[in-house]
């Protein structure tokens, strides 16, 4: 028997309170890959910088410190309150702005900016080639698009692989509603005329993660994969991840270290 949730973009309006700490990166890896977006493209000559997926603000923020006139949108009016009391306590106000609303259809002219940044955004999009489309549509002509991809979470790689094949043992699917591979994002911007440069490799770290906190949260659906499954199933699942992760470990209450990196794939002019 297959199990099926209705396709729609996924949004994170029920985890937005602890979205942020849910995603830890490494700082000094995380910084320097936005400095070098601000070396590459330098806010004198980019000023106008949209983000779709601007949710809390976690590279909204840093870009607009680094000198960038930072307009995003999202679906999550939750994420974008938590963004909001951000910008609120600072002085002087940094140039963030955001509209809340689906990427696929957004308010704004044709060519209205120097440069776009999204980071994981795509593969929570039905019509994510609509959506990128949008995005290219308003950025002005050979203006850059970059994707930003990170493997930086509190989510373990090997866990949430387990949590795939066991969901596929019963009958769920954790396909992404959206683009499925990382291929096939650049593969579509080619195909529109893009170039595309890959940076891989520059950005690397051990990441340490307890297993214990890492079941909780995914157990808790602070993830987009177990948000494609049904909840009876998902908490079949997370037991028999429990119960494995017991038997190969002895206990829970340990920490485990897996590679970690940043990558930035860029969509230049053709």
Same mark, same amino acid.
């Given at each position: &028997?297959?199990?099926?949730?209705? !396709?729609?973009?996924?949004?994170?309006?029920?985890?937005?309170?602890?979205?942020?700490?849910? =995603?830890?990166?490494?700082?000094?890896?995380?910084?320097?890959?936005?400095?070098?977006?601000?070396?590459?493209?330098?806010?004198?000559?980019?000023?106008?910088?949209?983000?779709?997926? #601007?949710?809390?603000?976690?590279?909204?923020?840093?870009?607009?410190?680094?000198?960038?006139? !930072? #307009?995003?949108?999202?679906?999550?009016?939750? &994420?974008?309150?938590?963004?909001?009391?951000? %910008?609120?306590?600072?002085?002087?106000?940094?140039? !963030?702005?955001?509209?809340?609303?689906?990427?696929?259809?957004?308010?704004?002219?044709?060519?209205?900016?120097?440069?776009?940044?999204? !980071?994981?955004?795509?593969?929570?999009?039905?019509?994510?080639?609509?959506?990128?489309?949008?995005?290219?549509?308003?950025?002005?002509?050979?203006?850059? %698009?970059?994707? &930003?991809?990170?493997?930086? @979470?509190?989510? %373990?790689?090997?866990?949430?692989?387990?949590?795939?094949?066991?969901?596929?043992?019963?009958?769920? @699917?954790?396909?992404?509603?959206?683009?499925? @591979?990382?291929?096939?994002?650049?593969?579509?911007?080619?195909?529109?005329?893009?170039? #595309?440069?890959?940076?891989?490799? =520059?950005?690397?770290?051990?990441? =340490?993660? =307890?297993?214990?906190?890492?079941?909780?949260?995914?157990?808790?659906?602070?993830?987009?994969? *177990?948000?494609?499954?049904?909840?009876? &199933?998902?908490?079949?699942?997370?037991?028999?991840?429990?119960?494995?992760?017991?038997?190969?470990?002895? *206990?829970?209450?340990?920490?485990?270290?897996?590679?970690?990196?940043?990558?930035?794939?860029?969509?230049?002019?053709?």
């Amino acid at each position: &028997m297959l199990y099926t949730i209705s !396709v729609e973009s996924i949004s994170f309006d029920s985890i937005a309170p602890v979205y942020d700490a849910t =995603r830890i990166t490494n700082q000094d890896s995380f910084q320097a890959a936005l400095d070098y977006i601000a070396e590459r493209f330098p806010p004198e000559q980019y000023p106008k910088l949209f983000e779709p997926g #601007i949710g809390t603000g976690r590279i909204a923020i840093p870009l607009a410190e680094r000198g960038y006139n !930072v #307009i995003g949108a999202d679906i999550s009016g939750e &994420m974008l309150k938590i963004l909001a009391k951000k %910008l609120k306590t600072r002085n002087p106000p940094l140039p !963030v702005t955001f509209i809340h609303k689906d990427i696929t259809a957004l308010p704004f002219a044709d060519a209205t900016f120097n440069l776009a940044v999204a !980071v994981h955004i795509f593969h929570l999009i039905p019509e994510w080639k609509k959506a990128v489309n949008e995005v290219l549509r308003i950025l002005k002509p050979g203006a850059p %698009l970059i994707l &930003m991809v990170t493997s930086s @979470s509190m989510e %373990l790689q090997s866990i949430k692989e387990r949590y795939r094949e066991i969901a596929a043992e019963y009958g769920c @699917s954790t396909k992404p509603v959206g683009v499925n @591979s990382l291929t096939d994002l650049p593969d579509y911007i080619l195909g529109l005329g893009r170039r #595309i440069e890959q940076i891989r490799g =520059r950005w690397t770290w051990q990441q =340490r993660v =307890r297993i214990d906190k890492n079941v909780a949260d995914l157990k808790a659906g602070y993830y987009s994969s *177990s948000k494609l499954v049904p909840d009876d &199933m998902h908490s079949k699942i997370m037991d028999k991840i429990e119960l494995e992760l017991k038997q190969k470990y002895g *206990s829970l209450d340990i920490e485990v270290e897996e590679p970690a990196q940043i990558d930035l794939i860029l969509a230049l002019p053709g």
